[in-house]
């Protein structure tokens, strides 16, 4: 009884030391030159060591590198305070080396917390990197080509292995590399954060890695790479019960995606409400090739403007590892249980294939794509395609890196075209075309249990066929209606195509 009375009184006396720490009163001087590193950890770790509290960022430009965030320590900037981060590479640490999807040596960050509890960053205030006049200075000594000199620069925020993270409000501005990365971390919170982050390769915005029971809603991203990406460069922990909601994104590359780096799951993931624009890649990219099962996924209610290739679905076998020492080389992963559904986009005329397609959807050969579903999708498309392209070989590409020009230059759909499924269904897809295409506006190769319903294309002149199935074990096509001209309405090819059912259908005039 006296043990647990001076435990109890020991945490009343930690609870009323605790206290707010303002970084000026460790010498901080926000003059935008000088360095105050040192006065910033200092702080903070008479904020952590006092019980925890707030860190005070006051109005002013306070330049830093490397400051490490600890238990119970929340970072609160005022209105116009400003970290920003050092251009010098050598002010910063990398507190966990790991290797990023293209084999280059990352982790180095300004602001970053290590096995910490109940941590945040919060308040009106700018995290800036200052990321292009750090890459100048850096290429003044570092001759490395530009495609494995990137890595040596920071991250703006590393946040790994922490549970109970808060970030809000914050506006994280042009980051040397990464803007945020949330490593194998549980109970995360972000809502409200903005990103501004380009000028210099790889500014993704938020990387979530391997982290649990994450939330994130109501923030702006634009991004010089991805926008909103779920990594697992650890096969310890994969991402897991996660919910996204109004999120607004603009991006280099990929706007919401998943799996360019993938060996622990993707599961139980919820995205929805999201508005992406102006996108040069891929507005959802589902991506497993290092052996992750991805599945139970749920992606609904987003609308795109101007966003090249809007959906790329990639189970492969690339088999990378990320973490040296600490993993093995895994088997192919599956992708399966994924529904993307109330999706209007406006693909761009000039994408990375072309002419462009609106959705790719594919497998390697003996590992299936298996219970994807889209529904209630719209899609408008340049259209352009010529009746060469309509029998374009797709390569396998099936260890190489995934992403949208791997498939190039095109595909030989420009609707959706789908190899190496099982179990896909198709419900309510529409697309627009703003010139005539001889592809088809669907080509499914290597299909079992394949369902089209309820779909409306648009009239187009000339082709050979309207929906082409190639190797197809068991389809229903129900409720497709298409204008114009064809010489088939389906055309079924392959020496495994059996039980095509085509019921209430309204084909073309000549279409067989």
Known sequence: MRAITLCLLLLACLRMNAKDVNIISHGAVGNGQKLNTEAIQKAIDECHNSGGGKVIFPKGTFLSGTIVLKDKVTLHFEQDAVLLGSTDVNDYKNMDPFTDGLGIDVGWALLVAVDAKNIGIEGNGTIDGQGVKLKEQQIRTDTRSESLRWGRRPFLVRIVRCEGVNVKNITLKFSAAWTSHYFQCKKVNIEK??????????????????????????????????????????????????????????????????????????????????????????????????????????????????????????????????????????????????????VIAQ??????????????????????????????????????????????????????????????????????WARHVKGLKLKNIQFNLNSNDLRPAFVCEDGKDVTLNDWNIPATEGAEAIIRLENVNKANISGVKAKGTAQHFVKIEGAESKDVKLTKNEPPGTAK
């Open 193 to 342: 954060v903005k990103i501004v982050s380009h000028g210099v390769p790889h500014n993704d915005g938020i990387d979530i890695d391997g982290c649990q029971d994450v939330r994130i809603s109501d923030c702006d991203i634009q991004s010089g790479d991805d926008a909103l990406c779920f990594k697992t460069t650890s096969s310890k922990m994969g991402c897991n019960n996660i919910v996204v909601t109004r999120m607004r994104l603009k991006s280099g590359h990929g706007a919401i995606k998943m799996g360019t780096e993938s060996m622990a799951p993707f599961e139980n993931i919820k995205i929805s409400d999201c508005y992406i624009y102006d996108t040069n890649n891929g507005g959802i990219k589902l991506l497993t090739v290092d052996g992750a099962h991805l599945r139970n996924v749920d992606i609904s209610d987003i609308k795109m403007v101007n966003v090249k290739t809007p959906m790329l679905f990639r189970l492969g076998s690339r088999l990378s590892v990320f973490r040296k020492g600490k993993d093995t080389q895994q088997q192919t992963g599956t992708m399966e249980n994924v529904t993307v559904r109330n």
């Open 347 to 416: 693909a761009a005329a000039n994408a990375q294939l072309m002419p462009p397609s609106g959705i790719l959807i594919t497998g390697v050969p003996g590992h299936y794509i298996t219970g994807l579903t889209l529904e209630n999708i719209k899609i408008d498309l340049a259209g352009g395609g010529t009746a060469e392209n309509a029998r374009q070989v797709v390569p396998e590409a099936i260890d190489k890196y995934p992403e949208v020009k791997t498939f190039g230059p095109l595909v030989p759909a420009y609707g959706i």
